[in-house]
């Protein structure tokens, strides 16, 4: 058990390339934490690096206070999972899981004794003597898992590990890998490109974007309190609403109406080399159906009226999909989370917007329906840098703020 | 990962696909198939039957007669008389030691020096199809202009290898003919072989060795216990091939000693007796022996090693 240290970790290949840039991360002793981002965005490259697979170009990695820089794989004491899984198809589940321990040359009643104890926790005793071929995705995985825990290593390193389930199993997954790595304490380095894998693991979130880091916080803050664009974008299923802006007389000229604007905000935009366009970003269960709105929560927001597109009820809330005109909100950021998401070529027309009203709405497709939104809730970014200007020392605090 | 290659893994074997398939009445759609099938086979099967099996059922039919051109005469049915003739001979037994023992140093020696030579090809990141096409060269040259090359190269007073290692005349000693002639066989196929196994290398998944390096395997650990082990398939095919042609040898013998001091191998033994000596009954059961002993080797290599078929998907793949 251990901590990571990387210190202005970078990575460039010869030709070039810069796939991951100036990272800065500490990872505590028994911390679950999550690296995530779209394809490409050099999350396994970091892995990769702290793995010993790739080499660091510049900057310090630390494990457990010693620079591992030069280090091979093999004596960095870490365990690894793939997305492959990556077993040894030679070898019985059982040989998979001793593997590393015979190469540690451990005497052959602890190998055993250690893999025993490990397949009890992972319930693979009775498939120790099969080959991975004749196990199933999920069995494989917790074979792959179990060949990481038995070692004890310093840390875990886990390279999309459920990507290759199907939906049902990756959710149980997840709750045995969080499960298992608050039993063992051990610190861990999880990448995926999954959200909702990020929100629900981890400790702490990395974001990152092109090989740097956007953000990095528990989940609720990264959702709360985003600093940028992109994080407000990638993190949240549906995704943030993002609505064109232009700053007219101390407001904000918007497809919803005309959004007033609190002292801070207005200071921020009264600047000479202020935006005088803006992106506005609110999630879907900041919306709510007017007529279920008490006065109280009526005065911190405002209301406007549009044409119901799509009504998908959940049951417990419903989605609900508004047609509302204006100019598209358009950023790099946003057209990168789009391609991210396979939805590059296709937008639809006008600004469609996502809402989640309660079960108790009445709402029907076809009706214009007046809705409420909470001011309080959003966010404003400025389309150039990304950046969160509601923002405040790390808080977001909706577009009233004084 | 789908469930068939679990399936596959498993039963390997091919019957009790056909034997599940057999059950069930056939419908029309699955008729027709089979008929078009067998429709699509048979230009090549009635080819393979015109070159390939009238040939061998002639040969061996000639093999039980006694049949000398330079006595025509007395051509008549022996049965297996020219077998008992053949193996109880001391030449016979000679040549097939001979052979043997080409077969083995060289297919061992290719194996190591292949797989060496496929780990540089499988590596090489700069001039990649440089290094590639210069390996594969030696394969690339007639194997008879090869030999002579190597002939002259040991021929005393002109050749530049004889005047470099040795003082007499090295191709009319029998040890070291025959250490020339495994030495021309070796650098002519060491590269078929490296070609074989780069296949098989590409089998071997990245991430297995990623996974047996933070596992803590050096990278001696990694290539005995990860890549042969999944490499396993590609390696049999490549000694079965070898061990086959090796088995062969003819043109670097026929050029290198033509035989001389005990160094025929069978096939040399072989056209000797059917080509020279135009005794077309021992000659052909020299061959049908040949091709027995070669059915052997293939037959083992198959049952015994699971060898699979080139081409055939293998589930150890994964």
């Known amino acids: ?402 | 990962m789908s469930a068939d290659t679990v399936e596959k893994s498993t039963t390997p074997t091919v019957p009790t696909q056909r034997g599940g398939r057999r059950k069930p009445p056939l419908s029309e759609n699955k008729k027709a198939e089979r008929k078009l099938g067998l429709l699509l086979c048979a230009p090549a099967a009635l080819v393979m039957i015109l070159v390939t099996a009238y040939p061998i059922i002639y040969s061996v039919w000639l093999s039980l007669q006694r049949f000398d051109l330079r006595f025509p005469d007395q051509r008549e049915f022996i049965g297996l008389d020219n077998y008992v003739t053949v193996l109880t001979n001391e030449f016979w037994w000679t040549a097939f030691g001979v052979t043997m023992l080409i077969t083995v140093v060289t297919v061992a020696v290719e194996l190591v020096l292949g797989m060496g030579l496929a780990i540089i090809m499988h590596r090489t990141l700069v001039g990649r199809g440089l290094v590639r096409t210069s390996a594969l060269i030696p394969y690339g040259i007639v194997t008879v202009v090869a030999a002579f090359s190597w002939r002259y190269a040991w021929t005393p007073g002109t050749g530049y290898l004889a005047n470099l290692f040795s003082d007499g005349a090295p191709l009319t000693e029998r040890a070291s003919s025959l250490a020339i002639i495994m030495l021309a066989e070796i650098w002519k196929t060491t590269p078929f072989m490296a070609l074989l196994l780069m296949a098989g290398l590409a089998l071997v998944p990245e991430d297995l060795l990623k996974a047996a390096s933070t596992d803590g395997a050096t990278a001696w650990q990694k290539f005995t216990k990860v890549m042969l082990p999944v490499m396993k398939p590609a390696i049999l095919v490549a000694l079965l091939f070898r061990t086959l042609d090796a088995f062969r040898v003819f043109d670097n013998i026929f050029v290198l000693t033509a035989g001389g001091n005990e160094t025929s191998s069978v096939s040399m033994l072989a056209y000797n007796n059917l080509i020279r000596g135009l005794n077309l009954g021992i000659g052909s059961t020299m061959s049908v022996l040949i091709f027995i002993t070669v059915a052997i080797i293939a037959f083992i290599f198959v049952k015994l090693f699971g060898t699979a078929a080139p081409g055939s998907d293998d589930s150890e793949r994964r």
């Not at chain 1, 510049?58 to 960095?76: C, F, H, T, W």
């Not at chain 1, 690894?80 to 540690?104: H, I």
């Not at chain 1, 494989?140 to 990507?163: C, H, N, T, W, Y």
């Not at chain 1, 974008?233 to 497809?255: C, E, K, R, W, Y």
Request: hydrophobic fraction near 40%; glycine fraction near 8%; charge should be negative.
């Open chain 1, 1 to 402: 058990m251990a901590d990571i240290v990387l210190d202005k970790v970078s990575k460039s290949f010869p030709d070039g390339t810069v796939a991951v840039q100036d990272v800065d991360l500490e990872i505590a002793d028994g911390e679950f934490v999550i690296l995530v981002g779209p394809s490409g965005c050099g999350k396994s490259t970091t892995l990769n690096m702290i793995a010993g697979l790739e080499d660091i170009s510049s900057g310090e990695l630390r494990i457990a206070g010693q620079r591992v820089n030069d280090k091979a794989p093999r004596d960095r004491d870490i365990a690894m999972v793939f997305q492959s899984y990556a077993l040894y198809p030679n070898m019985t589940v059982r040989e998979n899981m001793a593997f590393p321990l015979r190469l540690a040359k451990l005497d052959k009643e602890t190998i055993n004794r250690k893999v025993d104890e490990a397949a009890k926790v992972l319930e693979l005793t009775s498939l120790l003597d099969r080959k991975p071929a004749n196990l199933s995705g999920g069995q494989r995985q917790r074979v792959a898992m179990g060949r990481a825990i038995v070692r004890q290593p310093k840390a875990f390193l886990m390279d999309e590990p459920l990507s290759n389930l199907d939906a049902k199993l990756r959710v149980q997954m997840r709750t045995v890998v969080s499960r298992l790595q608050k039993q063992l304490g051990t610190t861990t380095v999880y990448v995926t490109h999954d959200q909702t894998e990020a929100m629900t693991l981890g400790d702490r979130v990395v974001i990152m974007r092109g090989g740097a880091v956007q953000q990095v916080g528990p989940p609720q803050e990264l959702y709360d309190h985003p600093r940028n664009l992109f994080v407000a974008g990638f993190i949240g299923s549906p995704s943030m609403n993002f609505l064109h802006a232009a700053v007219q007389d101390g407001g904000l000229h918007t497809a919803l109406g005309e959004v007033p604007l609190g002292d801070r905000v207005r200071r921020e935009l009264e600047s000479a080399d202020a935006p005088r366009e803006l992106i506005l970003g609110i999630r879907p269960e900041h919306f709510e159906d007017a007529e279920l709105v008490d006065d109280d929560t009526r005065r911190r927001g405002m209301e406007f009226e549009a044409p119901v597109d799509i009504v998908e009820s959940m049951g417990s809330d419903k989605y609900v999909y508004f047609t509302v005109e204006g100019e598209k909100a358009s950023a790099a950021e946003l057209e990168e989370l789009a391609a991210d998401a396979g939805a590059a070529d296709f937008a639809g027309a006008g600004g469609n917007l996502v809402t989640r009203l309660s079960a108790e709405s009445t709402v029907a497709e076809g009706q214009t329906r007046r809705v409420w939104f909470n001011l309080e809730k959003i966010h404003l970014f400025d389309p150039g840098t990304g950046r969160n200007l509601t923002l405040h020392e790390g808080r977001a605090a909706g577009a009233l703020a004084d």
